[in-house]
């Protein structure tokens, strides 16, 4: 699933940091206690929260682009959009602290102990933003940001969740890929966190592209090409779409941007990379490739 040196590029505009504190997870205030997520879920990617400052705008978008439907709730006393493709939930969007102007998808990746995760981040080099929560009868989450200030939701889960499908659904995340200053390094720090394993699936330009393995593969890994400077560490979220082409150019004309198009360069026209109107990046991808 590897992203060529062009679309490395739209990686700039994923810009989290520290505002994620303010809104970056849904809570609730009931207490959830702290028990082991079930060893075959550790290492999977759980959920997506839309950290925005405009959600209506964004609800807009997302179900003109995706045909998202959408759920009003509250957590933690505050508005939270529940989105489904389909009537599976999916993801949620969240209002951004005050003052922040961009908004980011964020992804949650499933850990054996939370407390555990997060103290480990700490000795790892990483930050935490947002100290472990309970989220309803789910479990509890937290948010850091890795060495390279990459920010991540960690999710200690306390139920059954359903079962993955045999292959990505359309209309829904099923890929991420994190693209990094310091490939090694990277490794080094989610074999230690999550436990992954890796393997490289192939190079091109000098530049390998790592498959991340726990039960399944999870996601991929590369280090961002020398001269892009002002690419910061991310992950970024795939959709499973059948139309990349026609969806950026649908993306464009309610009001985002097309930050990679669909090209004979970029996996020969399968793979486009679109940011909402408030700049949250999200990679579109047909499949199979």
């Given at each position: 699933m590897q992203l060529d040196r062009q679309s490395c590029r739209c990686a700039v505009l994923l810009v989290l940091l520290a505002a994620m504190a303010g809104g970056g997870c849904s809570t609730h205030a009931a207490s959830t206690a702290a028990v082991p997520t079930a060893a075959s879920e550790v290492g999977r990617f759980v959920w997506q929260d839309l950290v925005?400052?405009?959600?209506?705008?964004?609800?807009?978008?997302?179900?003109?682009?995706?045909?998202?439907?959408?759920?009003?709730?509250?957590?933690?006393?505050?508005?939270?959009?529940?989105?489904?493709?389909?009537?599976?939930?999916?993801?949620?969007?969240?209002?951004?602290?005050?003052?922040?102007?961009?908004?980011?998808?964020?992804?949650?990746?499933?850990?054996?102990?939370?407390?555990?995760?997060?103290?480990?981040?700490?000795?790892?080099?990483?930050?935490?933003?947002?100290?472990?929560?309970?989220?309803?009868?789910?479990?509890?989450?937290?948010?850091?940001?890795?060495?390279?200030?990459?920010?991540?939701?960690?999710?200690?889960?306390?139920?059954?969740?359903?079962?993955?499908?045999?292959?990505?659904?359309?209309?829904?995340?099923?890929?991420?890929?994190?693209?990094?200053?310091?490939?090694?390094?990277?490794?080094?720090?989610?074999?230690?966190?999550?436990?992954?394993?890796?393997?490289?699936?192939?190079?091109?330009?000098?530049?390998?592209?790592?498959?991340?393995?726990?039960q399944r593969s999870r996601g991929g890994l590369f280090q961002i090409p020398a001269g892009h400077d002002r690419i910061v560490p991310n992950w970024l979220p795939y959709v499973r779409v059948d139309d990349p082409a026609g969806l950026a150019a649908r993306a464009e004309s309610l009001g985002g941007e097309v930050l990679v198009a669909p090209g004979p360069a970029v996996r020969n026209g399968t793979l486009a990379v679109v940011a909402d109107p408030t700049g949250a990046a999200v990679a579109l991808q047909k499949w199979p490739l």
């Open positions: 925005t400052p405009d959600p209506p705008g964004c609800r807009r978008f997302y179900a003109g682009l995706l045909g998202w439907e959408f759920r009003e709730t509250t957590r933690n006393g505050r508005p939270y959009l529940v989105a489904r493709a389909g009537g599976t939930p999916i993801g949620g969007i969240v209002q951004r602290a005050e003052g922040a102007d961009r908004g980011a998808w964020l992804s949650y990746v499933a850990v054996s102990d939370l407390d555990r995760a997060v103290e480990q981040t700490r000795a790892l080099g990483g930050k935490v933003i947002l100290d472990p929560v309970p989220v309803d009868t789910y479990g509890r989450v937290a948010v850091v940001t890795d060495p390279q200030g990459a920010p991540l939701g960690l999710a200690g889960v306390a139920v059954t969740l359903p079962a993955e499908p045999a292959q990505p659904v359309t209309g829904r995340f099923f890929w991420r890929e994190y693209l990094s200053r310091d490939a090694s390094s990277a490794l080094s720090f989610y074999e230690s966190l999550i436990g992954y394993d890796s393997t490289v699936s192939e190079t091109k330009g000098g530049i390998a592209y790592h498959v991340l393995r726990r």
